[in-house]
């Protein structure tokens, strides 16, 4: 959760200068992240919304974006198992491969 601390770190600070959203959008352009351009372009969407509606709208489109993360991190985490596999499949045919060249 640090990158999501930086964020809004950053956020917060450029508040003084920027209206809300475009201060989001700054944060995240400016944080290090290693989240996919999808992942960022959904957080972005968020500037739409900051200070533009009641806190019951925000707090529902809020609940809306973490449903989109969700499945976004479940995608991630599929990715990551279905990778898993084919690097311990790599790793065990070049040992196997550097095996039969030493022979």
Known sequence: M?????????SKEKMNDFPA??????AIDHS???????????L????KLLGKTDVKGQESEIELLKKF???QIEKAEEEQKKNEKLYKTLG???GLA????LI
């Open 2 to 10: 640090e990158i999501f601390g930086e964020i809004f770190q950053i």
């Open 92 to 94: 065990i045919i070049a």
């Open 21 to 26: 959203g475009e201060a989001w959008s700054y």
């Open 44 to 47: 972005k969407s968020l500037d």
């Open 69 to 71: 993360i969700d499945t």
């Open 98 to 101: 550097a095996v039969i060249i």
């Open 32 to 42: 290090e992240t290693n989240m996919t351009k999808e992942d960022l372009n959904l």
